[in-house]
């Protein structure tokens, strides 16, 4: 069964870029025609689909962060990334990596993340 695991700091000043990793293991995000996503959850608040990167490498984002949002993979190391720049406290989140958009079959554990100075 394929496993995610968000790396990434947990502490994140305000204005700067947030950066996270997912690595993937049992399975390889170029194979089976997967797209992978990144989810997130506000404290108090339901879960925000961010964006995802599809199999060939491009990348969608909600409309609300995609002048902040970008995402990248490394298919040597199987991981996918997010980038968020110009963070303000209402980033604070648990981050959440997913395969799949819509469908969402396996989920990291997600990773803590505060933007605070």
């Known amino acids: 069964q394929v496993q995610l695991q968000e790396s990434g700091p947990g502490l994140v000043k305000p204005s700067q870029t947030l950066s996270l990793t997912c690595t993937v293991s049992?399975?390889?995000?170029?194979?089976?025609?997967?797209?992978w996503s990144w989810i997130r959850q506000p404290p108090g608040k339901g879960l925000e689909w961010m964006g995802v990167?599809?199999?060939?490498?491009?990348?969608y984002f909600s409309p609300s962060l995609k002048r902040r949002a970008s995402m990248s993979r490394d298919t040597q190391k199987n991981q996918f990334s997010l980038r968020l720049s110009s963070v303000t406290p209402e980033d604070t989140a648990v981050y959440f990596c997913?395969?799949?958009?819509?469908?969402?079959?396996?989920w990291g554990k997600g990773i803590q993340v505060t933007v605070s100075s």
């Open positions: 997913v395969r799949g958009v819509g469908v969402m079959d396996s």
């Open positions: 049992n399975g390889s995000i170029t194979a089976g025609y997967f797209p």
């Open positions: 990167i599809s199999i060939d490498g491009s990348s």
